[in-house]
C-alpha cells in the first residue's frame, strides 16, 4: 500500500484530496504547511508527495529541492499549483517534480496523476533491481563485473556466465553447455560441469548476486537467470 504526503493549505482542497486517496486504497498523510511536512516525511517512508507551491511558511519550489538532494530517499512528487506560467511549469520539472497539475482541477484527475506516476516509478525501480543483479560482461576484454565487484573467472566460468546472461530465462540440458563452452563433439561428464557451476556460483555469491541466477533444472540441466522476472 503506497503512502502519499499531500502538502497544502487551503481546507477544502487538502480534505477531498485525502478522502478520494484514502478511498482509493492509499495510506494518506495530509499537512498544511512545509513544516508540517518535512516532519512527516521523517516520521515515515513516502512513496509520493502531492506539493501545493504556495504556503504559508515558505515556497513549495524549497521542499523539491530538499527531495531530490543525492543521497535522500526520493518519492516521486507532483506540484498543485495556482501558477500556470510556462516558467513555474518547466522549473518545477527541471527540479525534479514527476508532474504539474494547475489549480482548479478535478481531485479524480490528481488520483488518476498519482497512479500514472507511482506505475512509472515503479516500472523504473523494477528495471533498476533486474540490471544491479545482472553481470556486466565485456566480451573484448573478457571481464565480468557484479555491482561494483570484478569477477575473477577462468574462461570456462565467463563462457558459462556469458552463455546464461545471453538468454535469460533459457534451459540448457548439459550436452548444450558443452556444445557451446567446450566445443561440438567435446567429451565431459555431468559432475566436471556441475562443478564448474558450482564454481561460478560461489563466485557469483562471493560478489553479492544470488546463487539462484542460475537455478539446476532436474533431468535436464541448467536454466540461465531472468532476475526481471523477479523484480
Known amino acids: 500500500m503506497s503512502r502519499v504526503l499531500v502538502v497544502e493549505d487551503e481546507p477544502a482542497i487538502l480534505e477531498s484530496l485525502g478522502f478520494v486517496l484514502e478511498r482509493d486504497g492509499f495510506t494518506v498523510a495530509l499537512t498544511p504547511s512545509l513544516q508540517a511536512a518535512r516532519a512527516a516525511l521523517d516520521t515515515a517512508a513516502t512513496d509520493l508527495v502531492v506539493l501545493d507551491l504556495m504556503l504559508p511558511d515558505?515556497?513549495?519550489?524549497?521542499?523539491?529541492?530538499?527531495?531530490?538532494?543525492a543521497g535522500r530517499a526520493q518519492p516521486a512528487l507532483i506540484v498543485l499549483s495556482s501558477r500556470d506560467r510556462e516558467v513555474d511549469r518547466v522549473r518545477a520539472l527541471e527540479m525534479g517534480a514527476d508532474d504539474y497539475v494547475t489549480k482548479p482541477f478535478?481531485?479524480?484527475?490528481?488520483?488518476?496523476?498519482?497512479?500514472?506516476?507511482?506505475?512509472?516509478?515503479?516500472?523504473?525501480?523494477?528495471r533498476t533491481a533486474a540490471d544491479d543483479a545482472l553481470p556486466q560482461l565485456n566480451a573484448v576484454t573478457r571481464r565480468a563485473v557484479l555491482g561494483a565487484m570484478a569477477l575473477d573467472l577462468t574462461r570456462v566460468e565467463f563462457d558459462l556466465l556469458a552463455l546464461f546472461c545471453a538468454t535469460p530465462g533459457r534451459a540448457f540440458s548439459r550436452s548444450e553447455i558443452i556444445d557451446q563452452v567446450w566445443g561440438s563433439g567435446f567429451a565431459l561428464s555431468d559432475r566436471t560441469i556441475?562443478?564448474?557451476i558450482k564454481a561460478l556460483r560461489k563466485k557469483l555469491v562471493d560478489a553479492g548476486g544470488d546463487a539462484n541466477l542460475i537455478e539446476t533444472v532436474r533431468g535436464i540441466g541448467y536454466r540461465s537467470f531472468d532476475p526481471s522476472a523477479r523484480a
Open 106 to 126: 478535478s481531485p479524480r484527475e490528481v488520483l488518476a496523476r498519482v497512479g500514472a506516476v507511482l506505475r512509472r516509478t515503479h516500472q523504473t525501480e523494477q
Open 194 to 196: 556441475d562443478s564448474h
Open 58 to 69: 515558505g515556497s513549495g519550489f524549497d521542499l523539491i529541492s530538499e527531495l531530490r538532494q
